[in-house]
């Protein structure tokens, strides 16, 4: 009988200690967004998603961080798949709907979710070559600007494909835009301000053997702020003071 309770004991603890299974259905706060316009005389929809207030607990806690749900929506979702087939909403909405169930996708969400179970390890390096990627130069008659997006950027190109990043992705992502977009702070972010220094750099070092202008001044910009220390005290410090509901860790 004293064998059998340690056991039942044994049994209930290792069970208590399980991961939490996710108890809510990733639809219920996701929803797709298909906006009807007219261009140049034809009708024409415009695709998106977007978060759902529904005013519970679970609802509230997404909706406090909302940019890293957000770049999982635009980069783990196929909105051209869904576009392909309007004017067929139902059809749209189905496709979507798959994509929600889709096994990676809702593991990405719900490790988002619950930050506190599991968190994924990265190191400081790998923080910096994907936060350089978001910088992405671009070129238009001869005026260079650079794109710092959440669906275009150069993150395709990373060379460490053995490894996943998209949860790391995810957090640089609001990491930069949380700073770009506070109007609470005047002043231009430190970052921003080395990135111009360095755009400026790899365009002065054009010269007549430069055989794609471009992919220069792409890849010096992408290697300098890898390397830039005010974006990588900004990513830091904003990681340490978010450390309470991140999935993620730098060593």
């Known amino acids: 009988m004293k064998n059998l309770t340690v056991i039942l004991l044994f049994s209930m603890f290792f069970f208590s200690c399980q991961k939490k299974t996710p108890s809510f259905n990733i639809s219920d706060y996701v929803q797709l967004k298909i906006e009807n316009f007219e261009y140049e005389g034809k009708n024409l929809q415009f695709v998106n998603t977007e978060l759902v207030k529904t005013g519970d607990s679970i609802s509230a806690k997404i909706n406090r961080t909302p940019r890293r749900y957000e770049y999982l ?59 350089s990627k978001f910088f992405l130069s671009e070129k238009k008659g001869n005026i260079y600007n650079t794109k710092i997006c959440v669906g275009i950027n150069g993150l395709k190109d990373i060379e460490l494909q053995h490894k996943d990043f998209t949860l790391l992705e995810a957090i640089v992502y609001e990491a930069i835009f949380e700073r770009l977009m506070n109007e609470n702070i005047k002043e231009t972010p430190e970052f921003m301000n080395s990135l111009e220094k360095h755009r400026s750099e790899a365009i002065r070092s054009i010269n007549a053997t430069t055989k794609d202008s471009l992919l220069h001044v792409k890849n010096l910009v992408f290697n300098a702020m890898e390397k830039d220390k005010a974006l990588e005290e900004h990513l830091l410090n904003y990681i340490k003071d978010n450390q309470h509901n991140l999935a993620i860790v730098i060593e």
């Open 73 to 131: 929506l635009t980069n783990k979702i196929s909105i051209d798949s869904v576009s392909k087939v309007l004017p067929d909403n139902t059809k749209a909405n189905a496709i979507f709907a798959a994509q929600l169930e889709n096994k990676k996708f809702k593991s990405y969400f719900y490790k988002t979710f619950y930050n506190k179970n599991e968190k994924k390890t990265f190191t400081k390096k790998e923080l910096m070559k994907v936060a």
